[in-house]
């Protein structure tokens, strides 16, 4: 379930969190692809100013909780995608795509506005978001009504009512790659203080996802470790024999190794009760 959208000027300017430093804030890392390569140097659409240094930092300090604070990455990406759409005005969708090795896109967006774009993108294997976690930079289109570089997508965007996009690639450390977009109502894209600001918050949750990641490799390890105790229990087999039953199990039923442990245990706390 996906938290309330954030309401930056209903945050009250606090300090920033552990994880808030001027390295966690990297957008000159980034590179600028698209037709309109300037729109960060000043080519955006209306006098929206961004946020207060002050505020910036209770932003990130707001993203930080609320990322943490999440029992799953699954979870902590509604989380992203609902504040990230809070932060731009005039934002009408965000989704956001992780794609780590071996596995799916991991995949969420803050409503139902534009879905059948965002789906078409991920179906035709083709689209600002997939540039984005592609080639790691930073990609802008300002009408994707008439981009001539995702013409599939134009008529899908004119239908939901969808100009203005901008795809932030993310890069969550030994993990995965992905990118979090931006879809505007209006063509021309998104102010760039306002996109400096996407940029920042993007950023922090790259650190953030990392330690949810890094946390839940520490719980996967415990079950697995647990686990094996359960096997070696069992059969009385010795430990490195334990660690092999396992891995050899879920290679044969095609499931994650921790699934495999987390149903052992399971059954095992079920026998004891019986």
């Not at 954030?6 to 994880?19: R, Y």
């Not at 010795?238 to 050899?248: A, F, I, K, N």
């Amino acid at each position: 379930m996906s938290a309330p959208e954030a309401t930056p000027a209903g945050l009250a300017p606090v300090a920033a969190g552990p994880f808030s430093t001027p390295s966690s804030l990297r957008p000159a890392r980034m590179a600028v692809a698209g037709p309109r390569a300037d729109l960060i140097q000043g080519a955006g659409v209306g006098a929206v100013a961004g946020p207060h240094p002050v505020e910036l930092a209770g932003l990130l300090h707001e993203l930080t909780a609320r990322l943490l604070g999440s029992d799953e990455v699954p979870q902590a990406l509604d989380r992203l995608a609902a504040f990230a759409a809070g932060v731009v005005p005039g934002t009408v969708r965000c989704s956001v795509s992780l794609i780590g090795e071996g596995g799916p896109p991991v995949l969420a967006a803050s409503g139902s506005a534009a879905q059948a774009l965002d789906d078409l993108q991920y179906a035709a294997g083709d689209g600002p978001g997939l540039e984005a976690a592609r080639t790691r930079s930073l990609v802008t289109a300002p009408d994707l009504q008439s981009d001539p570089r995702w013409p599939r997508l134009a008529e899908c965007a004119r239908a939901e009512g969808v100009h203005g996009l901008v795809a932030i690639p993310m890069d969550v450390q030994r993990s995965s790659v992905g990118a979090l977009s931006l879809f505007v109502a209006t063509p021309g894209g998104i102010h760039p203080e306002l996109l400096l600001t996407a940029m920042a918050v993007v950023n922090q949750a790259e650190v953030l996802l990392g330690e949810l990641r890094r946390r839940e490799g520490l719980r996967e390890g415990a079950t697995v470790d647990r686990a094996a105790g359960v096997i070696i229990a069992q059969r009385g087999c010795g430990v490195q024999e334990s660690y092999d039953v396992l891995r050899e199990t879920a290679q044969r039923l095609g499931l994650d190794r921790r699934i495999v442990a987390e149903r052992l245990i399971a059954a095992a706390a079920r026998n004891a009760d019986d």
